[in-house]
């Protein structure tokens, strides 16, 4: 690792969770090294150790002190067989980086995953899952109108790919090729598209007589689903691990995930604290953090039973019914988040998701 991308990689124990998180974001390698005034390494932290910071409780503002890793894996600058040894270790323990350091702690550099084991191999293998995707494919697109006065909103292309022909990739690309749509709205042409191309998945699909709210079509489903499901909104794009979603929601027995992701929504408007009728504080246009709901889902098959059939139901009035029968959990991550399904958002998506 060259020494100009090692020096991005520290950073100080004072900083908050928020500013790791966009610190991993803009050096895309996974893991930063927190170090003292003198560069002594105190501990590393990774998105999976922000993830169950949040999880369990703390808050953007809290110290990435926090959530950082004290027992990080190491070798010592004099050691022999150095590349040897960091090859067992990334085995044994599953890590892609491990920090070579001089006798006073201080990083000297990094060795990679890749300088083992070149750039093809990779440390997780790619899984294969029987899980079926079901997509929400009924809407009516208002909020992309005139837009889909002519095709449905599934087709509005991204580039030169309708929206879900990406959703697809997405899932496939961590092992997920059972794909079970929900239609209604200009069902034809959608059926029309998934028939004539050769996509290399199993793809059905069931049609509402009516419109049945943001959840209701699962009910059409009773007799297709018996696993574990994802389930997306249509009009979603999520650059997220989802196999490690998958497992995580089976490690934490939960009845339902949802996935949300880190939002800064900023307040236009000076905001008026106040107590009793007195002016109590007062904030110019504040920043917010909060995690929003992606509209991608990990149920259980036992959810489909709180949906009447033929019945219309949002899903979040199916969320509050699960969360009265079993574990509702939230999977959190940092970024990758397109709701193309208005048209501010989508102008930005089709800027940032140009390369798909």
């Given at each position: 690792?060259?020494?100009?991308?090692?020096?991005?990689?520290?950073?100080?124990?004072?900083?908050?969770?928020?500013?790791?998180?966009?610190?991993?974001?803009?050096?895309?390698?996974?893991?930063?090294?927190?170090?003292?005034?003198?560069?002594?390494?105190?501990?590393?932290?990774?998105?999976?150790?922000?993830?169950?910071?949040?999880?369990?409780?703390?808050?953007?503002?809290?110290?990435?002190?926090?959530?950082?890793?004290?027992?990080?894996?190491?070798?010592?600058?004099?050691?022999?067989?150095?590349?040897?040894?960091?090859?067992?270790?990334?085995?044994?323990?599953?890590?892609?980086?491990?920090?070579?350091?001089?006798?006073?702690?201080?990083?000297?550099?990094?060795?990679?995953?890749?300088?083992?084991?070149?750039?093809?191999?990779?440390?997780?293998?790619?899984?294969?899952?029987?899980?079926?995707?079901?997509?929400?494919?009924?809407?009516?697109?208002?909020?992309?109108?005139?837009?889909?006065?002519?095709?449905?909103?599934?087709?509005?292309?991204?580039?030169?790919?309708?929206?879900?022909?990406?959703?697809?990739?997405?899932?496939?690309?961590?092992?997920?090729?059972?794909?079970?749509?929900?239609?209604?709205?200009?069902?034809?042409?959608?059926?029309?598209?998934?028939?004539?191309?050769?996509?290399?998945?199993?793809?059905?699909?069931?049609?509402?007589?009516?419109?049945?709210?943001?959840?209701?079509?699962?009910?059409?489903?009773?007799?297709?689903?018996?696993?574990?499901?994802?389930?997306?909104?249509?009009?979603?794009?999520l650059n997220a691990d989802y196999a490690d979603i998958m497992d995580w929601h089976k490690e934490n027995n939960n009845l339902m995930t949802l996935i949300g992701c880190h939002k800064e929504v900023k307040i236009p408007y000076g905001i008026l604290e106040m107590d009793n009728g007195?002016?109590?504080?007062?904030?110019?246009?504040?920043?917010?953090?909060?995690?929003?709901?992606?509209?991608?889902?990990?149920?259980?098959?036992?959810?489909?039973?709180?949906?009447?059939?033929?019945?219309?139901?949002?899903?979040?009035?199916?969320?509050?019914?699960?969360?009265?029968?079993?574990?509702?959990?939230?999977?959190?991550?940092?970024?990758?988040?397109?709701?193309?399904?208005?048209?501010?958002?989508?102008?930005?998506?089709?800027?940032?998701?140009?390369?798909?």
């Open positions: 690792m060259k020494k100009a991308k090692l020096i991005s990689l520290l950073i100080p124990i004072d900083l908050s969770i928020k500013q790791a998180m966009q610190k991993l974001n803009d050096t895309a390698e996974k893991i930063l090294f927190i170090v003292n005034e003198s560069e002594v390494l105190l501990g590393t932290v990774t998105d999976g150790d922000i993830r169950r910071g949040l999880i369990n409780g703390l808050k953007f503002s809290d110290k990435v002190e926090n959530v950082m890793c004290k027992r990080f894996s190491y070798i010592f600058y004099n050691e022999p067989d150095k590349k040897e040894k960091a090859q067992t270790i990334m085995l044994e323990k599953k890590i892609e980086q491990i920090p070579i350091l001089d006798r006073d702690r201080r990083i000297i550099y990094v060795i990679l995953w890749a300088d083992i084991f070149g750039k093809k191999e990779k440390l997780k293998q790619k899984q294969h899952f029987s899980n079926p995707v079901v997509i929400m494919a009924g809407g009516k697109g208002t909020r992309l109108d005139p837009f889909t006065k002519i095709l449905p909103k599934p087709l509005i292309p991204i580039g030169e790919k309708p929206i879900i022909e990406i959703i697809m990739e997405k899932f496939n690309n961590y092992g997920f090729q059972n794909f079970i749509f929900t239609l209604n709205y200009k069902k034809e042409y959608i059926k029309m598209f998934l028939r004539e191309n050769n996509f290399p998945y199993n793809i059905d699909w069931v049609e509402e007589d009516n419109y049945m709210g943001t959840a209701g079509s699962l009910s059409l489903l009773g007799d297709k689903l018996n696993d574990t499901f994802f389930v997306s909104n249509c009009d979603i794009i007195i002016l109590k504080n007062f904030i110019e246009k504040p920043n917010y953090d909060v995690l929003i709901n992606t509209g991608i889902y990990v149920m259980e098959p036992e959810v489909i039973s709180l949906v009447q059939r033929d019945r219309p139901i949002d899903m979040n009035i199916l969320i509050e019914l699960a969360s009265k029968k079993g574990k509702v959990s939230v999977y959190p991550i940092n970024e990758g988040w397109f709701d193309v399904g208005q048209w501010d958002e989508y102008n930005k998506s089709l800027k940032e998701l140009s390369n798909v």
